[in-house]
């Protein structure tokens, strides 16, 4: 067989349970529940870092947020990173990029500082990306750094590879166009000999910056009306009952474009020689977990431990992905970078975290991690490991979160019971009674930590004997 194309579908922001495979009651995603009826489905996947920027980062490149040093969002990725783009095009591949990147510009548009790449200071939030800052995505781009400073639902534009804007026809959801442009490409692809990679980075179901609210297509709010809240957000102080139905309505709208998709690789007679990837880059806790704590950022519907955030959609389908299989085992986003190498016969390269999901589907996995590890940023310097009982998470209370992305001292924050708590109500830190399992989590957080490549902190315990 010939080596399989591979469809990188990423979303912004979106919450595993929003997806009918995972729990959700409304018919919100019924293409990608079919898609995981056929693939293989992560039923606990996680992001490893919970902001835009530092997720897409370690997406590219296999390597920690720290390690790049993209902790934040406004440091543009290093110029000499190899990413999984250039990976993929020594193996032959023809490999394109649609819709956000998020990773070129470096000057800050918050209280914090400049990030100079070689003593100079990039802006492309609304210009073009060059070539050179495009991680290597040479064969097709249509994209925009900043996608929520060029476009709102209905209006707005992106960049071609020449630099052009390419316009939103008027009154057309942003998802459909892009999803049009993507069509555009597979019909063009999809007829040639040589094996592509696409990356379609979509912005919803994120927030529209300017607007404070999300976005779904006309007709989101009455359409999904009678939601009902996940048990974190119930009866939680957020902007949850005035938003989740436009929320779902971008998902849902993503779920059709899915479809459509789906249905030009079946009509190009390639979708069988095609992995899809469903993801995103962290969820949204919708403003109820950082609210009034120092440091908590304007817009913060991330950057926080819980799982609101953190934990994503994860469903791929193709070859080696087949046969409606459920996967229990924990997975990070860090994992990605590796996976899709495989899928192209490429071997881990020493710098790349994470290892093959391809493991776990195969049941050739030994010593899969028992939990996965995040790095947090911008509205505190913390650091967290989520087992499939247990949440720990510590910070750094003194650091500037925007300027520094690490310290060598941590205090504890939150620790949670996930079997008895799932919905992280009863923060257990501070009780005595839990002084050896926090101890047990600890030595696991600073092992992960120096795997990172990070110095090996001192965790201060605040229980009480």
Known sequence: MNKPNII??????????????????????????????????????????????PARSCLQTGKYATETGCFRNDIGLPLGEKTIAHHLSEQGYKVGYIGKWHLASNNSDSSGEDRPQNGIVYDFKTKPVPLTHRGGWNDEWIASDVLEFTSHAYDGHMFDKDNRVKEFPPGRYRADVQTDWVLDVLERWGKEDQPFMLFLSYIEPHHQNDHHRYEGP????????????????????????????????CIHSLDDNLRRIREKLNQLGIEDNTVIIFTSDHGSHFRTRNRGLQ???????????????IRIPLIIRGPGFEGGKVIKD???????????????????????????????????????????????????????IRTKRWKYCVYAPEKNAWTESCSDVYVDQYL??????PYEQNNLMGNPDYQVIRDNLAEILKRRMAEAGENTPELISVMKG
């Not at 009455?222 to 102080?237: C, M, Q, S, V």
């Not at 440091?295 to 955030?309: F, L, Q």
């Not at 986003?333 to 495989?342: K, V």
């Not at 949670?416 to 708590?421: A, Q, T």
Request: with cysteine; charged share 20%; net charge negative.
């Open 416 to 421: 949670y019971d996930l079997e008895n708590d």
């Open 330 to 384: 924990l997975v990070s986003l860090i994992d990605l970078p590796s996976t899709l190498l495989a899928c192209a016969g490429i071997s881990k390269p020493e710098s790349m975290h994470g290892r093959p999901l391809q493991d776990l589907v195969s049941g050739t996995a030994t010593d899969w991690p028992e939990e996965v590890f995040l790095q947090i940023s911008e509205s505190w310097v913390a650091r967290a």
């Open 218 to 249: 006309h007709g989101s709010k009455e359409k999904f009306k009678n939601f009902i809240p996940p048990g974190d957000l119930a009866g939680a102080e957020g902007d949850w009952p005035e938003n989740y139905p436009d929320y779902l309505g």
């Open 295 to 309: 440091g908590a950022h304007y817009d913060d519907y991330k950057r926080s431990c819980h799982d609101g955030c």
């Open 8 to 53: 990188f579908f990423f979303t912004d922001q979106q919450r595993w349970d929003t997806c009918g495979c995972y729990g959700q009651p409304l018919p919100v995603t019924p293409n990608l529940d079919q898609m995981a009826g056929d693939g293989v489905i992560f039923m606990n996947a996680f992001t490893c870092q919970p902001v835009c920027g």
